[in-house]
């Protein structure tokens, strides 16, 4: 447990633990951040879709990802209709936020539907910030001399700015 000790043992200060979070943070592994734009991200534009909606291999039809090899190897490819292989792409997402947005609708795929107060930058890969305004109680542990002491108590407020 983290701790910290000052010179001669006057001063002890333990984390004891966290208590568990009201709100679970957002957990986006199974997600893919894609945008229409590349590497210009605009959160309003961007999309958060499940990885089940990709094929990076490209042998998968109906898949983001879908390639020439998939669409030949299809059984019926000559009595298939036009774009059977190549449905529920990029271009089959964005028009259904679109919609959603023009019917006042909430949107679903969004990354403004995942994140209140969304920040996104670019270095050299797309990354995504998502911040939560929640308590997060932590139990301390602390040990003083009692020579001449006076309880007070504080609710400190901070933000965890990185998380290693």
Same mark, same amino acid.
């Given at each position: 447990q983290p701790f910290v000790y000052a010179e001669g043992g006057h001063f002890l200060a333990e984390i004891v633990?966290?208590?568990?979070?009201?709100?679970?943070?957002?957990?986006? &592994?199974?997600?893919?951040?894609?945008?229409?734009?590349?590497?210009?991200?605009?959160?309003? &534009?961007? #999309?958060? #879709?499940?990885?089940?909606?990709?094929?990076?291999?490209?042998?998968t039809c109906n898949k983001i990802g879908v390639s020439y090899y998939a669409f030949y190897h299809q059984i019926?490819?000559?009595?298939?209709?036009?774009?059977?292989?190549?449905?529920?792409?990029?271009?089959?997402?964005?028009?259904?936020?679109?919609?959603?947005?023009?019917?006042?609708?909430?949107?679903?795929?969004?990354?403004?539907?995942?994140?209140?107060?969304?920040?996104?930058?670019?270095?050299?890969?797309?990354?995504?910030?998502?911040?939560?305004?929640?308590?997060?109680?932590?139990?301390?542990?602390? &040990?003083?001399?009692?020579?001449?002491?006076?309880?007070?108590?504080?609710?400190?407020?901070? &933000?965890? #700015?990185?998380?290693?």
């Amino acid at each position: 447990q983290p701790f910290v000790y000052a010179e001669g043992g006057h001063f002890l200060a333990e984390i004891v633990g966290d208590f568990a979070w009201t709100t679970q943070p957002q957990n986006f &592994e199974g997600k893919h951040l894609v945008s229409k734009s590349g590497f210009v991200i605009d959160p309003q &534009e961007s #999309l958060l #879709l499940d990885k089940s909606h990709f094929d990076l291999s490209g042998r998968t039809c109906n898949k983001i990802g879908v390639s020439y090899y998939a669409f030949y190897h299809q059984i019926d490819r000559c009595g298939d209709y036009n774009g059977t292989c190549t449905s529920h792409q990029l271009n089959h997402w964005i028009p259904i936020e679109d919609s959603r947005r023009e019917s006042g609708l909430s949107p679903q795929y969004r990354v403004t539907a995942f994140c209140d107060d969304s920040s996104m930058r670019v270095d050299t890969d797309p990354f995504l910030s998502c911040s939560m305004s929640q308590r997060q109680t932590t139990m301390l542990r602390i &040990e003083v001399p009692v020579e001449s002491f006076q309880f007070m108590r504080h609710i400190a407020t901070g &933000e965890i #700015l990185r998380v290693i």
